[in-house]
C-alpha cells in the first residue's frame, strides 16, 4: 500500500521547488501517493510581482542563491536568474483545478519551471496557459477556470487548513497525522515516512 503524504507548497518558494525535487528522488526509489496543497506565502505580492531585493531587505541575496543553486543542481533541477517573486493565487487556483484532471500533476513541475527557470510572471495568465498546454491540459477549461476563478473558494479552504494545521511556512509534510517543515533530502523525507508508518501500525 503505497504511503500518503500532503505537501503545502507555494510555486515561488525556493525550498518548495527543492521538495518537488527530493520527492522526486523518492518516488523514483518507493511509490508515494503524494498529493500537492497551495499555501499563501506572500499573498500580498502585487500583480507585477516584487523585487527580490525588496522582500528580502538586508539580505545577501548573492550568497542565498548560490546556496539554493547548489542544492538546485545537486537535485538535478534547473534554474535561470530571477530578480522578483510574484502573486501565485492564480498558479494556486490552477493546482486545484489540476487536481481535477487526468495527469493533472504534470502542471506542477511546469508551474515552477515557469518561474525559477524563466523568471515568467506567474500571475498572467499567458504564462499560466502556457504552463497547462505543455502538460497537456485542456487549455480552453483551464482559461475558463482562471476566468470566473472557480477555484478560488477551493483555494481559500486549503488556506483555512494549512492555518488548521499551524503551518507558518513551507514547504510542509503531512502524513498520517504528522508533519515535517521545511526542505528534506529525499533519505530525510523516508524515514518521516517510515516513522510515520511505525507509529500507524503501532495504533
Not at 129 to 139: K, T
Request: aromatic letters at 10%.
Amino acid at each position: 500500500m503505497k504511503p500518503k503524504l500532503e505537501i503545502f507548497v507555494d510555486f515561488v518558494c525556493p525550498w518548495c521547488y527543492l521538495a518537488y525535487g527530493a520527492v522526486r528522488q523518492l518516488q523514483a526509489q518507493r511509490p508515494v501517493d503524494l498529493t500537492w496543497s497551495p499555501f499563501p506565502l506572500h499573498p500580498s505580492t502585487p500583480p507585477e510581482g516584487l523585487l527580490l531585493t525588496e522582500l528580502l531587505r538586508g539580505m545577501d541575496l548573492d550568497a542565498v542563491h548560490r546556496r539554493i543553486n547548489a542544492l538546485l543542481d545537486e537535485l538535478g533541477l534547473e534554474h535561470g536568474e530571477r530578480d522578483r517573486t510574484y502573486n501565485t493565487r492564480l498558479a494556486q487556483e490552477l493546482l486545484m483545478w489540476s487536481k481535477t484532471q487526468e495527469n493533472g500533476d504534470a502542471l506542477v513541475p511546469l508551474l515552477y519551471r515557469a518561474y525559477f527557470v524563466h523568471n515568467r510572471n506567474l500571475a498572467e495568465e499567458k504564462v499560466l496557459l502556457d504552463a497547462v498546454q505543455e502538460a497537456g491540459l485542456d487549455v480552453a477549461g483551464a482559461r475558463k477556470v482562471l476566468q470566473e476563478r472557480s477555484f478560488s473558494a477551493a483555494v481559500d479552504a486549503e488556506w483555512q487548513r494549512a492555518r488548521q494545521h499551524q503551518i507558518t511556512g513551507v514547504p510542509a509534510f503531512i502524513a498520517g497525522g504528522y508533519q515535517m517543515s521545511g526542505f528534506h533530502p529525499a533519505a530525510e523525507v523516508q524515514k518521516f515516512l517510515d516513522y510515520v508508518e511505525m507509529q500507524t501500525q503501532a495504533r
